[in-house]
């Protein structure tokens, strides 16, 4: 995403995000998650863009962009599942679900599969506790899951010949 | 007439200009209200009247594929139906939930409806055939408490048959949600029409802002964040502060793991959130305002900039607010995933763009805030509070709950309890009550262990403090905190030591590394942790856990850092044995630590249908097809994946 036709990163799509914030006091975490809605990531580059246009170091831009878990200074996989690790579904096992998900597609939290497919991600409570343990599957949050039915799922929207 | 803020109106004919405004604006609100009750008579008296609860739970339990049954149901039924959209009624364990309500019939609700029970639940409801895949929760009877002139309006669930309440509601009591999941969080009308802003408005038109603070202070409302600090006494501070602009900030970043109280309020009533802000804005004079919500609630955020855009139209929010001559006006600062912004300091920093690092106190926000301007910081429940404070009047409020502890404590009720969901309560009322009467007691005949207050930065307690009442000071008493409202129920399956361990590491995933003690201290706590779940450990250990707790706890900057070894140091008080049965026995009593257990089969139950086998990522469980299979320990890895499967309880844990 936010590529031009010879792989470079396209930083014009950041004009209209600066002019957005021009006015706004404490604009670079929410041009941040802009960036992040244009590229899926955040490219060196338009770290870089950042910090030029709002006239701040790049160490700064870069320690925000580090701070936040929200930020990925990586691409992600096409498909993310993450599974909710909030005390909660903690306690009624996504440590089993994410062996299953483990299993299947050999990637644990935080790690991207090498067809770039799939990133798999734990998170801290999603606020659905009461439907624990809950998974979310590209935005879409599942409550009350078991193992199966999320390994189904997931065999339904990721490419069939992906898993194992 | 009052003048606000810095800028002193002397010209008279300013006056009577602003006076004659104030009168044409509260007019137009006076003709919204009035249009927006004929609205609401006409959608709840409708000859048929659907809801689908739409929070997160909701949808994550599919109700956007019943909603869609039941437009389905409706067309093919040729009916003339009015279908809406509510808030989290709080019985998260029934989502998807819907209600109906036709021809003068009793309101009904029915609970988990998946989309393919939509037919079975319009045959009961029209037709009276049984219903075989869905349950009635109960009847919906609207209740209405009147005080001052003014009416709180909620619903409340009985027994169709006895006409009682049903056992979910008979103890709670609600304020802060008693709109979610009666009125379409989406519709400025639905709030208004219960009278909804009439509180900004007698604040407005006669009320000073001392009086205001006055109000909320005489109510003894404390601060529902954790702190439980007066919240009257706070806006005071703020307003005593003579440096403009001022901010009023509302605290929407609910990280604790477990808690889902704030997003149910601004997902089910966010107008009341907005109008408890304009009314703390008017009584500190300040001009702006920001709501910090965490990202991972996108349809929090999605609801309140509509409900921000509604407000604005109807001159509620901006300049001159109802012709008052005082302006403020409101914006979402959407977070970016950092526990440690709940902090108030740290959430400023947020706000500011930069790293969500707290920064010392004094001086307190009230003094130098964001941007180094006076600024009050308030949780969602709080501002949620207000206005039904105003409208209802502080001696009400005092009222309801204990002395110290007046009003009402809503918690997120989860774990092994058999009825989940989100709740409001009057303070006072004993764990015990909470857990089962309001929550149903622990599922599958299993022992109560313990309950978790507080969060990552709160405390465990067993058995023997059940009957603590829940408020501010007792919880603290006992060893817990009130906390924002996180309430987890472990049974005898949860290991304590594990339990501790989960914390530790939330806590140094979450630490913002500021402090060393905080952050250098939680890391090695977590090892120690580490090593007796493992059952490395040695009797040592829990003296160096204790060392490291006091290290911890006076050498933080931040509550963070203050409170993070509680959730480990409160276990270790009421749950000892288990420490030392993982250290002197190298057994987890629990059957968790996977360290210190084994898989086994039982022969006799087992039935040889090979699902387990199969299942095994280590391949350690073998047999033939119909006959008793074995696991290897060698290879058993003892995830547990091979129990979960197993549907003849044929696998157990020693």
Same mark, same amino acid.
């Given at each position: 995403?936010?590529?031009?036709?010879?792989?470079?990163?396209?930083?014009?799509?950041?004009?209209?995000?600066?002019?957005?914030?021009?006015?706004?006091?404490?604009?670079?975490?929410?041009?941040?998650?802009?960036?992040?809605?244009?590229?899926?990531?955040?490219?060196?580059?338009?770290?870089?863009?950042?910090?030029?246009?709002?006239?701040?170091?790049?160490?700064?831009?870069?320690?925000?962009?580090?701070?936040?878990?929200?930020? =990925?200074?990586?691409?992600?996989?096409?498909?993310?599942?993450?599974?909710?690790?909030?005390?909660?579904?903690?306690?009624?096992?996504?440590?089993?679900?994410?062996?299953?998900?483990?299993?299947?597609?050999?990637? +644990?939290?935080?790690?991207?599969?090498?067809?770039?497919?799939?990133?798999?991600?734990?998170?801290?409570?999603?606020?659905?506790?009461?439907?624990?343990?809950?998974?979310?599957?590209?935005?879409?949050?599942?409550?009350?899951?078991?193992?199966?039915?999320?390994?189904?799922?997931?065999?339904?929207?990721?490419?069939?010949?992906?898993?194992? | 007439?009052?003048?606000?803020?810095?800028?002193?109106?002397?010209?008279?004919?300013?006056?009577?200009? @602003?006076?004659?405004?104030?009168?044409?604006?509260?007019?137009?609100?006076?003709?919204?209200?009035?249009?927006?009750?004929?609205?609401?008579?006409? %959608?709840?008296?409708?000859?048929?009247?659907?809801?689908?609860?739409?929070?997160?739970?909701?949808?994550?339990?599919?109700?956007?594929?019943?909603?869609?049954?039941?437009?389905?149901?409706?067309?093919?039924?040729?009916?003339?139906?009015?279908?809406?959209?509510?808030?989290?009624?709080?019985?998260?364990?029934?989502? /998807?939930?819907?209600?109906?309500?036709?021809?003068?019939?009793?309101?009904?609700?029915?609970?988990?409806?998946?989309?393919?029970?939509?037919?079975?639940?319009?045959?009961?409801?029209?037709?009276?055939?049984?219903?075989?895949?869905?349950?009635?929760?109960?009847?919906?009877?609207?209740?209405?408490?009147?005080?001052?002139?003014?009416?709180?309006?909620?619903?409340?669930?009985?027994?169709?048959?006895?006409?009682? %309440?049903?056992?979910?509601?008979?103890?709670?009591?609600?304020?802060?949600?008693?709109?979610?999941?009666? &009125?379409?969080?989406?519709?400025?009308?639905?709030?208004?029409?219960?009278? +909804? =802003?009439?509180?900004?408005?007698?604040?407005?038109?006669?009320?000073?802002?001392?009086?205001?603070?006055?109000?909320?202070?005489?109510?003894?409302?404390?601060?529902?964040?954790?702190?439980?600090? /007066?919240?009257?006494?706070?806006?005071?501070?703020?307003?005593?502060?003579?440096?403009?602009?001022? =901010?009023? &900030?509302?605290?929407?970043?609910?990280?604790?793991?477990?808690?889902?109280?704030?997003?149910?309020?601004?997902?089910?009533?966010?107008?009341?959130? $907005?109008?408890?802000?304009?009314?703390?804005?008017?009584?500190?004079?300040?001009?702006?305002?920001? $709501?910090?919500?965490?990202?991972?609630?996108?349809?929090?955020?999605?609801?309140?900039?509509?409900?921000?855009?509604?407000?604005? #139209?109807?001159?509620?929010?901006?300049?001159?607010?109802?012709?008052?001559?005082?302006?403020?006006?409101?914006?979402?600062?959407?977070?970016?995933?950092?526990?440690?912004?709940?902090?108030?300091?740290?959430?400023?920093?947020? $706000?500011?763009?930069?790293?969500?690092?707290?920064?010392?106190?004094?001086?307190?926000?009230?003094?130098?805030?964001?941007?180094?301007?006076?600024?009050?910081?308030?949780?969602?429940?709080?501002?949620? =509070?207000?206005?039904?404070?105003?409208?209802?009047?502080?001696?009400?409020?005092?009222?309801?709950?204990?002395?110290?502890?007046?009003? !009402?404590?809503?918690?997120?009720?989860?774990?092994?309890?058999?009825?989940?969901?989100?709740?409001?309560? /009057?303070?006072?009322?004993?764990? *015990?009550? &909470?857990?089962?009467?309001?929550?149903?007691?622990? /599922?599958?005949?299993?022992?109560?262990?313990?309950?978790?207050?507080?969060?990552?930065?709160?405390?465990?307690?067993?058995?023997?403090?059940?009957?603590?009442?829940?408020?501010?000071?007792?919880?603290? @008493?006992?060893?817990?905190?009130?906390?924002?409202?996180?309430?987890?129920?472990?049974?005898? !399956?949860?290991?304590?030591?594990?339990?501790?361990?989960?914390?530790?590491?939330?806590?140094?995933?979450?630490?913002?590394?500021?402090?060393?003690?905080?952050?250098?201290?939680?890391?090695?706590?977590? #090892?120690?942790? @580490?090593?007796?779940?493992?059952? #490395?450990?040695?009797?040592?250990?829990?003296?160096?856990?204790?060392?490291?707790?006091?290290?911890?706890?006076?050498?933080?900057?931040?509550?963070?850092?203050?409170?993070?070894?509680?959730?480990?140091?409160?276990?270790?008080?009421?749950?000892?044995?288990?420490?030392?049965?993982?250290?002197?026995?190298?057994?987890?009593?629990?059957?968790?630590?996977?360290?210190?257990? !084994?898989?086994?089969?039982?022969?006799?139950?087992?039935?040889?249908?090979?699902?387990?086998?199969?299942?095994?990522?280590?391949?350690?469980?073998?047999?033939?097809? *119909?006959?008793?299979?074995?696991?290897?320990?060698?290879?058993?890895?003892?995830?547990?994946?091979?129990?979960?499967?197993?549907?003849?309880?044929?696998?157990?844990?020693?």
């Amino acid at each position: 995403m936010g590529r031009a036709d010879n792989g470079a990163v396209d930083l014009s799509l950041m004009d209209p995000v600066f002019e957005r914030y021009r006015e706004q006091k404490g604009p670079l975490i929410p041009i941040l998650q802009r960036a992040q809605g244009i590229y899926s990531y955040l490219p060196p580059e338009v770290l870089q863009v950042i910090a030029g246009r709002l006239g701040v170091a790049l160490g700064k831009v870069y320690g925000v962009a580090t701070f936040y878990s929200q930020f =990925y200074l990586e691409p992600r996989g096409k498909h993310v599942l993450r599974l909710c690790d909030g005390t909660a579904c903690h306690v009624k096992g996504t440590a089993i679900l994410m062996t299953a998900v483990q299993e299947e597609y050999g990637v +644990g939290p935080g790690e991207t599969t090498e067809d770039g497919e799939l990133t798999v991600e734990t998170v801290y409570c999603l606020g659905s506790c009461a439907l624990a343990p809950v998974a979310v599957l590209d935005d879409e949050v599942m409550g009350r899951m078991r193992q199966e039915t999320l390994l189904r799922k997931m065999r339904k929207q990721l490419k069939p010949e992906h898993s194992a | 007439m009052r003048i606000m803020h810095c800028e002193t109106y002397n010209a008279q004919y300013v006056l009577e200009e @602003e006076d004659r405004m104030a009168s044409i604006e509260a007019e137009a609100l006076a003709t919204a209200r009035e249009e927006a009750r004929r609205r609401w008579e006409a %959608k709840t008296s409708a000859d048929v009247y659907v809801t689908v609860g739409t929070g997160t739970c909701g949808l994550a339990a599919g109700a956007k594929d019943t909603l869609a049954a039941i437009q389905k149901e409706i067309e093919k039924r040729h009916l003339t139906a009015v279908i809406g959209e509510v808030g989290c009624v709080g019985m998260c364990s029934f989502e /998807p939930m819907v209600e109906m309500q036709a021809g003068g019939k009793d309101r009904l609700n029915y609970g988990q409806v998946r989309s393919g029970d939509v037919p079975e639940i319009f045959a009961s409801y029209f037709e009276g055939t049984p219903l075989k895949e869905t349950v009635i929760v109960g009847q919906v009877v609207p209740t209405v408490t009147r005080r001052n002139g003014h009416a709180l309006h909620s619903l409340s669930f009985v027994d169709p048959e006895t006409s009682e %309440k049903i056992a979910f509601h008979q103890k709670q009591l609600r304020i802060v949600l008693s709109n979610c999941g009666l &009125i379409d969080p989406e519709s400025i009308d639905d709030y208004l029409a219960l009278d +909804g =802003y009439q509180a900004l408005e007698t604040v407005l038109t006669g009320m000073t802002p001392e009086q205001v603070i006055k109000e909320v202070t005489e109510s003894g409302l404390r601060g529902r964040g954790g702190a439980g600090f /007066p919240a009257g006494v706070k806006w005071g501070f703020a307003r005593k502060t003579q440096n403009w602009p001022k =901010y009023v &900030i509302c605290n929407a970043d609910e990280g604790d793991p477990g808690a889902f109280m704030d997003r149910s309020v601004l997902e089910g009533d966010p107008h009341s959130v $907005i109008e408890g802000m304009i009314i703390a804005a008017y009584a500190i004079g300040a001009q702006y305002g920001y $709501i910090y919500c965490r990202a991972e609630y996108p349809i929090a955020i999605r609801r309140l900039e509509i409900a921000l855009e509604q407000a604005r #139209e109807l001159d509620l929010l901006g300049e001159s607010i109802l012709g008052s001559g005082f302006d403020f006006d409101l914006y979402i600062k959407e977070g970016a995933g950092a526990f440690v912004c709940g902090e108030e300091t740290a959430l400023m920093a947020s $706000i500011q763009g930069e790293r969500g690092q707290p920064w010392p106190r004094p001086p307190y926000p009230a003094v130098s805030g964001l941007w180094g301007q006076p600024s009050n910081v308030n949780n969602v429940k709080s501002y949620a =509070y207000t206005p039904r404070i105003i409208r209802m009047g502080a001696a009400w409020f005092k009222n309801l709950g204990t002395e110290g502890s007046p009003g !009402t404590a809503v918690f997120a009720l989860t774990g092994m309890v058999n009825r989940t969901g989100l709740i409001e309560v /009057p303070m006072g009322i004993t764990l *015990r009550e &909470i857990i089962y009467d309001v929550g149903g007691g622990i /599922p599958s005949g299993r022992k109560f262990k313990a309950v978790q207050t507080g969060g990552p930065l709160g405390g465990c307690l067993p058995e023997e403090h059940l009957d603590t009442p829940v408020d501010f000071d007792s919880l603290v @008493e006992a060893g817990s905190v009130m906390g924002s409202g996180g309430m987890i129920v472990a049974d005898e !399956t949860t290991c304590m030591v594990e339990f501790a361990k989960y914390f530790m590491q939330f806590v140094c995933d979450e630490s913002c590394g500021k402090c060393p003690p905080c952050r250098i201290g939680s890391t090695r706590m977590l #090892e120690v942790l @580490e090593r007796i779940t493992a059952g #490395e450990g040695k009797l040592e250990d829990l003296d160096e856990i204790r060392r490291l707790a006091q290290g911890i706890e006076h050498g933080s900057l931040c509550a963070l850092g203050q409170l993070a070894p509680a959730p480990v140091m409160s276990t270790l008080l009421h749950f000892e044995d288990e420490y030392r049965a993982h250290i002197e026995e190298e057994r987890c009593p629990a059957g968790k630590c996977r360290a210190l257990i !084994t898989y086994e089969i039982i022969e006799e139950l087992c039935t040889g249908c090979m699902v387990c086998a199969r299942k095994c990522p280590s391949k350690a469980i073998s047999g033939e097809k *119909r006959e008793p299979h074995v696991i290897d320990q060698e290879l058993c890895e003892r995830c547990g994946l091979c129990k979960e499967v197993c549907k003849f309880d044929a696998i157990v844990v020693s």
